[in-house]
C-alpha cells in the first residue's frame, strides 16, 4: 500500500497540502448505522486548530469540515466518508525562501532530493502539522465508533513541556481536567509553569518539545495481532506519522528497562468484581503484542517545534554553500499543546481498525428502522 | 494483511512455535541475482543463538537453517525464499503448568483469551523469543541486499544493561568490538560490568532488560514514504514485533524533549567532500519521516525478561483464583545481547523494503551470464 | 486493504454516492513531475458522461472534474492526488420506490441485508454506474503517465451490441474511429446497425449488453508479478469492478478452449527489426502472467444495462411478498458505448501500477529545473 | 503485497518450485479451534496429483503432504499453517533446452527477461501447474472452514473437453458424479466420450482445452465488498492465477451479452419456504459484488496444454535466431481434469476470506474444553 494510507479494516487516506485548496480524508470500512455529522468531527478539530490561545499559533482557520460522501439520512453507510476542510487563511509568500534554503529540523531537504524540486514547498505542503487535521477527522469516527460499539475511551493529556513535567497518571484526573488549560495538562498549577515557559520560548524566538501520554479504557482482553501487528506495533506505527513525534513508549518504557523483573512484571489477581487484573500495570496493559485488560498506557515524545525565529544555519542547494535562514511564517512554540486530539484520534484509529480486523465491531451497528 | 506478515514489496511471513516441528520464514520480493547460501542466513543466526555464553539461556539448539526454496544455483531468482530451522531441544512437559497459571509479564493470558485455548502454550509457542530466529532469517537476506546494491551497513550493540549504560556512540568502534564480548557492548570495561550483574540477576532468580542503539550508514537521501511509511513508523512497527520491547526513540528522543529548538535542531553545512550534512544528528538521521543522508539512529527498550525463577503470583483460569506460579523452563536472564542480530536484521528489513519500494534496488542484480 | 482500494504502488480510492454531494477519487503514489491538468482528466470524462447521444441516457450531467490535491505549478509533486466531480442533476424521489422493493439485476437486494438499510439507495448509491467516473479520473492520469514515460497506449472499443458484433481486430483502425461513432465501434457500418438495436431496445422498454474490446501496445517483456499478481488476475480485478461485468477473456480465451495446443500455442519468430515475437497472439500478450511484448488484449463482456422500463416482478421487503415494479430514473439502453473509457482506464491503472512495482517509471519524471 | 500472497484476514502465501526441494505454502489468519490434519489437505491433493489416470501425465509424485506448524492438539491455534510437499520425481536434465529455447505457450521467455536468466527454469519452475498444489493445501483448510463454520459448500466440475460440452447444470447431480470419472463431468457418457478425445490428443502428441464450471452453495446474503473487492474481482483474481487459465465468466457470462436486460434479469419471488430467491440465475448469484443467496456460478476456461510433443518453432535467445524444438518432460495432455480441486480451492479460499473479513466466521472456533 502507498505511504498515505493507514490501516487494515478500517483505512484512513490523507490528501491535500498545508497551503493548496483543501486538506481532507478518505475513511474506507466504517460499519453502517453509526450515527454521525460534521458537528462529532468539528468538536475534535476545534481542539486542534491554530490560533485557539496565547500559546499557539496565531494564524486564524477555521477548519470548518464538509463531509462529502458516506452518509445518509445522519447515519454512516459502509460507504467511503470523506471530509476536507477549505484552506482559508494561507500566506504562501514567505516561503520562496525555503525553496532553495532547507530549515533546520524540517522536511525541506530530504523531500527537494526525493521529489526533484517538484513538491510543494508552501507551508511545509504534505509534511505541514496542518496535515494533522486530516487524522483528526478520521480519528474522531474512530472515537465515536469505540464508544458507541464497545464502551472504549481514549484520552490524552500533557506530563511534560520542556524540562517541567507532571507524572501523577490518573484517568478520572486527566479526563476532568486536561482542557481546562492552554497546555491541556491535568494538573492546573503546573499546566501554568508549562505555559510560562512556552511564552518565554516564544518571546526569545524559540520553541519547546514535550511528552503526551495517553490512555485507553474499557478495552476486551486479547486486541492486537501477532507478530508483527502487535499493538505496540501498529499504534507506534501511527503515532510516528504525527511530525515531531520521535520517541514512544508503552507502561514503564524506558525507565521500565533499569528494573529487575521481579519489579518490572505485573502480577496478576483477582479484583472486588471477580475480574482478572494486574496489581500494577507496568505493560502499560499490552502482553506480547496484546490488550490484557488493564488500561492502554502510551507516552509519546515531541522534539520542540522546529520553525523558531531565530537565525539559524543552512545550505543553498543552487549554489552549494552556507547561508544562514529567518524561518518565515507563523507558528507554534510548541505543538504538543495542540497535538492532543490528534494522539487520542490516531490511537482511536488503530483501536477501531484492531477492533474490526478481530470482528467485535458488527458491520451493521444499529437496528433503526428505515 | 495478517499480523504474521511484515513488508510492502520484500514481505517476510513468519511461522512456527518454539516446540512445534520448526520455525521459518518466506521472503518474498528478494530480487533475482543477489548470491545467496545458507551460510550468509546461518552467520547472523548463530549471533542470536542460545546456549552461546554464560549469560545466555543453557537450552543447547544448533539452529541450523535449511533453505527450501528461491536460491537457484547460488543465486536468488525473485521466487519466495523459504528457510526452517527443525526445532530439537523442546521439554515440554514444564509448560503443563502455565496452560491455566498464566506467568506474569507473558503473553500467557491474552493469548489464552484470544484463542479460546487452542493456542500452542509450550515454550510460548508464538510468543516465544525464538520466534525472532524467522525475523533473523529475512533480515540477514536483506542485510547483503543492501550492502550489495546499495552499500548501506546497519549495526546494532547494546548500550544499558540494567542501572548501567555506556553512552559515547561511535559507529566505527561499535562496529569493530560490539561482538568482542559477550553482552555485545562496544566498550569493554562497561561490557564487563553489564556481564557481571546480568550473572547477579541470574543467581538471585531476577532478570533485568536493556538498550539497544542501532546505526545505520551509507543512506541515500528521502528514504521513507510520507505520511504513515515515514521511515520512524515503518521501522517502529518493525522493531516492537521483537518480545519485550516497549520503548524506542530516534535520534535525540525522549531526551531531546526537553531541549530548545534553536538546541535540538540540526543546522546544516557543507562537509569537506562537498556533501550537504548536519552539524549534529539530533534527527538521528531522519526528517519528516525521510532519511537526510546522515546516519540513522534508533534506540531499543527491552523491558527485564519476564521469566524469572523467583516465586510470583498469578491466577488459576479454571477456579477464578490467585495462586502462585514458579516459571519453569531454562531462560534468558537478559535478553538484550542475544537481540542485536534481531535488531539489526528488523531495520536492515525495512530499510531494503523501502528501498525496492521506491525504485532503488533493480529487480536483477547482476548481469551474470547464464 | 478495504474494498474501495485499488492497487499496491499506485492506489486508486473512490468515494462518493451517486446521489450525494460529489464523487472522487484519490490517487496515491504517481511519481512527481508529471505534467498535468484537470483537462487531462476532463477529456476523458466527456467521452464517459451521460447525454452524448441519442444512444444514451439523457440525464445531463456536465461531470466537471476539479482537483483538489497534488498538483503544484502544473506537475505532479508524488502527494496524493484528489479529484472530485459536484453532483447535479440527482432527482431522488423516484427512488423511494425502491427502498423496499428491489429491482431485478440490481445490487439492491443484497445490499439492503449487508448494509441494515443503511445504504444510500438514491441511484443505486455506491453502486451507480456513475461510480465509474471516479475510475476514469485515476485511469487519466495513469493513461498519460504510461504514455509519457513508457510510451504505452491502450484504447478499446466496441465489438460487440446484442446480437451484432464486429471482429476484425486492428489496433491502428480501432485507434482511428472507434470515437467516430456514437457506439465507439471501429466499423462504421456495423456501428450504424449496432446503434439501431440500441434505438430499438430503448423503443421497447429494453436494455442490450455487448463486448468491448481493450489493446495496449509498447509494453515491455516481463511485466506482471506471479503468482497471484499475475497480469491477467490483477487485469481482471480491476475490470470486474465495473457494474455489468460479468465475463472476461485474454487472446484466444474461451474459443481457444476448444482448439489443440498446436493451434493455439504461439510460435516465436524473429521480426524485421530484429526482435523476439510470435507468429499469432492467442496468448493475448500474456505467458504465465507476464506481458511477452505483443500487444495485450482482453475482452470484456457486458450484461444487458438491469434498468429496463418494463415491468418486472419484484418482492417488497417488508411484507415479504410478491409484486410488480417499474425501475424509477432516466437510463442507458446499453452502458457500453460509455464504458469504454472506463476499461481503457482501469486496464492503464493496472499497468502502471505494476510498471511502477517494477521499477519501470522513476519515482521522479522529470529534470525541469525549478 | 508482492506477487506471491493472495487474500486479506486469510492470506495464502505460496513458495517452491517444480523441481526444487519442495513446494509449500503458509495461511495465515485461520481462526483458532478448527478440527484439522494432513488427512484433511491430503485428500484434496490426492485429487489433483499426477498419474492417477491414463488421461493425465504419467509423472509419479505421492504428493505427501506435511503440516510444519499452526495445529496443536489437532485444532487450529490462529497461528500460521506452514504445510509442504517435498519433491520426488523430478528428472531436469531434459530441461536443459529450454534455457534458450523458450517453449511456445509457457512462461519461459517472459521469465527469462524478468528475471535476467535466474529463474528456476526446471520442470518451468514457479510457472509450473505443480505448483497449483499449493493452493489445494490452503483451499483445503478454507473448505473444511467454511463448511464447518457456515456450511458452504463449493464443487467444480468440467463441462467441456475440446470441442465436447456438457451444459446440464445440476448442484446435486454434480456432487455426486464428478469424482465418478478420469475426467470429473457429471455426465459419464460425455465423460466417456471426452476421454476419449483427451487420448486421441496424446497420440497425436497434442493438447486439449476445456472448461470448469464450479457452484457454491450455502452462501449468506451480501458477501463481498464493493467495489474493488467485489465478489467477481477477487474470485477472478485467484482463478487467473491458475497456469492455462484465460476466460472466466459469471452466470450467464459472454451468452447473456447478447440477450436483453428483459430476458437476462432475475425477477425476484418468494420460495416455498419464505425465502427470497431469484427465478432464474443468469447473475451467477452475484449483484453489485455482492452474493445475492442463490448459488454462485463461475466458469473458467483452460486453454490447450502448452507443453506437447510435436515439434514447434521457436528462437535461440543467445544468437537470437529460429529455431526448432520439441517439448522436453513428461505432461498432461489435458490439464482441465486435475484443476478441478485447484478451482474448488481458491474459491473456497476467496468465499472463507471474504467471510472472515465480513466478520461472519468467528475469531475461536469451538468451546471445546482444554
Not at 207 to 227: Q, Y
Not at 238 to 246: D, G, M, R, T
Amino acid at each position: 500500500m502507498t505511504g498515505n494510507i493507514l490501516g487494515e479494516r478500517l483505512t484512513l487516506i490523507s490528501f491535500g497540502e498545508s497551503h493548496g485548496r483543501c486538506i481532507g480524508m478518505v475513511l474506507d470500512g466504517c460499519p453502517a448505522g453509526l450515527s454521525l455529522s460534521e458537528s462529532d468531527l468539528q468538536i475534535e478539530l476545534d481542539r486542534r486548530k491554530p490560533g485557539q490561545s496565547i500559546i499557539t499559533t496565531q494564524r486564524k482557520e477555521e477548519d470548518k469540515v464538509e463531509i462529502l460522501s458516506g452518509i445518509f439520512n445522519g447515519y454512516t453507510t459502509s460507504a467511503p466518508i470523506c471530509a476536507i476542510i477549505w484552506n482559508r487563511d494561507s500566506d504562501s509568500k514567505p516561503y520562496e525562501v525555503i525553496k532553495n534554503n532547507p530549515r533546520p529540523g524540517h522536511a525541506d531537504y530530504p523531500s527537494f532530493i526525493k521529489n526533484g524540486g517538484f513538491a510543494d514547498y508552501r507551508g511545509s505542503g504534505r509534511f505541514s502539522g496542518r496535515l494533522t487535521a486530516t487524522m483528526v477527522m478520521g480519528g474522531a469516527i474512530a472515537q465515536k465508533l469505540l464508544k458507541y460499539s464497545l464502551g472504549i475511551e481514549t484520552i490524552a493529556y500533557t506530563t511534560q513541556i520542556g524540562q517541567i513535567s507532571y507524572n501523577s497518571l490518573s484517568y478520572e484526573e486527566a479526563k476532568l481536567n486536561r482542557y481546562t488549560n492552554d497546555v491541556r495538562c491535568p494538573n492546573p498549577e503546573i499546566a501554568e509553569k508549562m505555559k510560562s515557559i512556552i511564552i518565554d520560548a516564544r518571546k526569545s524566538g524559540d520553541s519547546l518539545g514535550g511528552i503526551v501520554e495517553c490512555i485507553s479504557v474499557g478495552l476486551p482482553v486479547g486486541l492486537g495481532e501477532p507478530i508483527f501487528s502487535s499493538m505496540e506495533s501498529d499504534l507506534s506505527k501511527a503515532l510516528f506519522s504525527i511530525p515531531s513525534v520521535k520517541a514512544i513508549e508503552f507502561g514503564s518504557g524506558f525507565s521500565g528497562t533499569k528494573l529487575k523483573g521481579s519489579e518490572n512484571n505485573d502480577e496478576y489477581t483477582i479484583s472486588e468484581d471477580n475480574k482478572i487484573i494486574t496489581k500494577t500495570n507496568n505493560s502499560g496493559g499490552i502482553l506480547g503484542g496484546l490488550t490484557n485488560g488493564m488500561p492502554l498506557v502510551v507516552r509519546i515524545g515531541f522534539k520542540p517545534a522546529s520553525s523558531i525565529a531565530k537565525k539559524q544555519k543552512t545550505v543553498d542547494l543552487v549554489s552549494n554553500s552556507e547561508c544562514d535562514i529567518v524561518v518565515p511564517g507563523r507558528h507554534d512554540p510548541c505543538v504538543v499543546p495542540r497535538a492532543i486530539p490528534v494522539v487520542e484520534s490516531l490511537v482511536s484509529f488503530i483501536l477501531a481498525d484492531h477492533a474490526i480486523r478481530w470482528g467485535l465491531i458488527p458491520p451493521v451497528l444499529s437496528d433503526r428502522k428505515k
